[in-house]
C-alpha cells in the first residue's frame, strides 16, 4: 500500500476556495478519505451509509463526518485488523479510542492532526448486527486529494444503500438523510418499497409514510445550519419536502 502523503494548509485552502466547501469539514473529509483508503483491504467490512452514497454514487452532493460499515464477520477480527492499521499510521492519525462496544458492534473515534482543531476526530462505526440482503460490490472511491491514490472499496449494493437511506427518513429525521434521498432521486435512483419495509421490520418497525413528514418543523429549523456546513450546493428544503412528498404520494 503507497504512503499517504500529508495535505499541506495551502492545498486545502485552495481546494476550499475551488470546490465552494467549508474549510473546516474540507479538512476533516480529506482525513476520512486517508482512513477510508487505509481500510480499503480490510476483511469482513462492507462500506455503506450517507458517506458511500456521496463518495460513490453522489459525486460529493455534499461532505461527510463519519465511515459506517455493516461487518459481515465477527467483529473481534475486525477490531484487531483495524487497531493494527491505526498502530501502523500514528503519523496521520496519533490516537484513537474504541467506545460504545458490544459483541457486534463498536465504534472508533479516530483523532488528527488539523491545521485549525485542536481535538479533531472521526466516527468508525463497525455494526455486526446489520444484515446485508443485496450482494455488496467493487465500487471506486472518488475524491479530489492529489495526496491519496485512487482507490476502491467493498460497499453495499446502490439500491440497498438507497434503501437504508428511507429507513433513516423514517427513524430518525435529520436533514442530510432528506437532502440524500433527494440527490439519490434526482439521479434517478429508484425507491423498492418492500425492501424498505424489509428493512425496517429487522429494526421491529413498520413503514408509515406519515413519519417521513411528522417533524417537518424540526427538519425545517435545522436545515440551513446543518447542510450549509456540509453542501456547496444547498437545495432549498421546500424543494425537497415537495420532491419526497411526491415521490412518496403524500398529502398534508
Known amino acids: 500500500m503507497a504512503e499517504i502523503k ?4 495551502n492545498q486545502l485552502r485552495y481546494l476550499s476556495g475551488l470546490k465552494g466547501f467549508n474549510l473546516i469539514y474540507l479538512e476533516k473529509d480529506y482525513f476520512l478519505t486517508v482512513l477510508l483508503y487505509l481500510l480499503k483491504d480490510t476483511k469482513g467490512i462492507c462500506f455503506k451509509g450517507g458517506t458511500a452514497l456521496n463518495k460513490i454514487f453522489l459525486n460529493h452532493k455534499r461532505l461527510s463526518e463519519d465511515l459506517d460499515f455493516t461487518c459481515k464477520t465477527g467483529t473481534e477480527d ?3 485488523e483495524i487497531t493494527g492499521i491505526m498502530e501502523r499510521n500514528k503519523y496521520i492519525f496519533p490516537k484513537h479510542a474504541f467506545e460504545n462496544q458490544t459483541d457486534k458492534f463498536f465504534r472508533l473515534k479516530v483523532f488528527y492532526k488539523s491545521y485549525f482543531n485542536k481535538e479533531s476526530y472521526i466516527l468508525l462505526d463497525v455494526n455486526g448486527k446489520a444484515s446485508v440482503i443485496l450482494s455488496p460490490e467493487m465500487r471506486e472511491v472518488r475524491h479530489f486529494y492529489d495526496e491519496i491514490p485512487k482507490f476502491g472499496i467493498l460497499t453495499l449494493n446502490a439500491k440497498e444503500l438507497m434503501t437504508e437511506k428511507v429507513r433513516a ?4 429525521n435529520q436533514p442530510r438523510d432528506y437532502f440524500d434521498v433527494y440527490a439519490l432521486l434526482s439521479m434517478g435512483y429508484k425507491i423498492d418499497i418492500e425492501l424498505v419495509k424489509k428493512k425496517l421490520k429487522e429494526a421491529n418497525q413498520e413503514f408509515e409514510v406519515e413519519r417521513i413528514f411528522r417533524n ?6 435545522q436545515w440551513n ?3 450549509s456546513q456540509l453542501t456547496n450546493e444547498q437545495a432549498e428544503y421546500i424543494t425537497v419536502i415537495k420532491r419526497l412528498q411526491k415521490e412518496f404520494k403524500y398529502k398534508e
Do not use: G, N, P
Open 78 to 80: 475486525v477490531k484487531r
Open 225 to 227: 445550519d446543518e447542510l
Open 6 to 9: 500529508l495535505i499541506s494548509e
Open 169 to 172: 427518513l423514517v427513524m430518525r
Open 216 to 221: 417537518a418543523k424540526k427538519i425545517y429549523s
